[in-house]
């Protein structure tokens, strides 16, 4: 079974912290996502990674960074946690292109919110 | 710009009481569309990938469903256990490692 973990379930942080959220897989995954999910909203996708050291901007990056040192962690880091990242965040990896199956399997996410 | 609407956003049903979700999608070169469930307070569970129009998947009181525009997933004689949000997402040619995702259906399934 692929495990996707997540550092922490919830988080309560203040406004100008700067906060780091961990994910880690075991599947040896190439392919990593950093999502984060409000009502009405739905999931949107902040920052990816096909690969070590490699990242892409999604659809909504402003505000966050991401690091990935190892295939099998991905970090989204918030440089200067505002209330309006109050949200929760989902972490997610999938196989590779090449191997034809897109899917995406999901952390359990954590509840973050900036005072 | 991909786009996915899922409806209704909320169905209730008593237990036993078939149904189905929709997700209808706008995507130049669709490469899959992908079925989730996810619990309160949980990340989404994988459940389902179709590739093509006219094809199937099942799982248990689950079946999905998938034309050149919209997909659904029937829920047969559900039980309370069923109640959760189900999430549709689906990835193109050209981007095939992202997804795009609507915004959901919550189900409650009553006994």
């Known amino acids: 079974d692929v495990k996707v973990t997540q550092s922490s379930r919830y988080l309560v942080k203040r406004t100008g912290e700067k906060v780091f959220l961990e994910c880690v897989q075991d599947?040896?995954?190439?392919?990593m996502f950093w999502y984060r999910q409000d009502p009405g909203l739905g999931l949107r996708l902040i920052y990816f990674?096909?690969?070590?050291?490699?990242?892409e901007k999604g659809d909504i990056p402003e505000g966050y960074s991401v690091s990935r040192e190892k295939k099998e962690r991905f970090s989204l880091i918030l440089e200067s946690a505002s209330t309006n990242q109050t949200s929760m965040y989902l972490c997610?990896?999938?196989?590779?292109?090449?191997?034809?199956?897109?899917?995406?399997?999901f952390g359990p996410g954590t509840r973050l919110t900036v005072t | 710009e991909d786009q996915v609407t899922q409806s209704p956003e909320a169905l209730r049903l008593q237990e036993g009481e078939s149904s189905s979700l929709n997700c209808s999608y706008t995507?130049?070169?669709?490469?899959?569309l992908f079925w989730y469930r996810q619990d309160p307070g949980k990340g989404p569970e994988f459940l389902f990938t179709?590739?093509?129009a006219g094809e199937e998947k099942e799982k248990e009181r689950l079946k999905a469903t998938l034309t050149k525009k919209e997909s659904f997933l029937h829920i047969t004689a559900p039980k309370p256990e069923d109640s959760a949000t189900y999430l549709c997402?689906?990835?193109?040619?050209?981007?095939?490692?992202?997804?795009?995702f609507g915004t959901g259906t919550r189900l409650q399934v009553t006994l």
């Open positions: 997610a990896s999938s196989s590779p292109l090449a191997e034809g199956r897109h899917e995406q399997y």
């Open positions: 599947m040896d995954h190439e392919n």
């Open positions: 990674s096909y690969d070590v050291k490699m990242k």
């Open positions: 995507v130049s070169g669709l490469r899959g």
């Open positions: 179709l590739y093509s």
């Open positions: 997402a689906v990835t193109h040619t050209g981007t095939a490692s992202k997804l795009t």
